[in-house]
């Protein structure tokens, strides 16, 4: 996924706190991330009077390739399927994460793109089968306040 070289823009620079001409730059980088090495690639600018690297206004979303590769490579559910199961459980964030004994902050942050650990993958996954949702429910509804039950 390479672009083509870009012209210079004039972004802000938080290290000079001024507007600055600033030259476009893309490089490979890699991470790990829940034990998946992964490779990816920036698309940045550099402020040519300090040399800090600046995002780039056209990929604000610097992480959002790195998690779909982690995704990609670790089989793990999409932001949007973690949420699709959880509505489909009749169930607040607050509800499912006490029923899965996930703090909310949690499954907050999946919902909103972060990336999950195979085991809370699996977790979420089972959450998503009917049968096992009312043994869980069984096990735990009691934790539910009556407000947080499924209609
Ligand atoms: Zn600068």
Known sequence: MSSAERSNLDLFCPICSAVRDSKFIEYDEHCEIHGFELAYHITAYECM???EELADPANPELMDPV??????????????EVKA???RSGLSQVAFATILGMSPATINRYEMGSPLAVKEDNLIRMAGIPSAMRMLMQQRGHLLKPGQRPA
């Open 85 to 87: 199961i959880r509505e």
């Open 67 to 80: 998690y779909d590769a982690y995704r990609a490579a670790s089989g793990t559910l999409r932001p949007e």
């Open 49 to 51: 009077t300090c040399g």
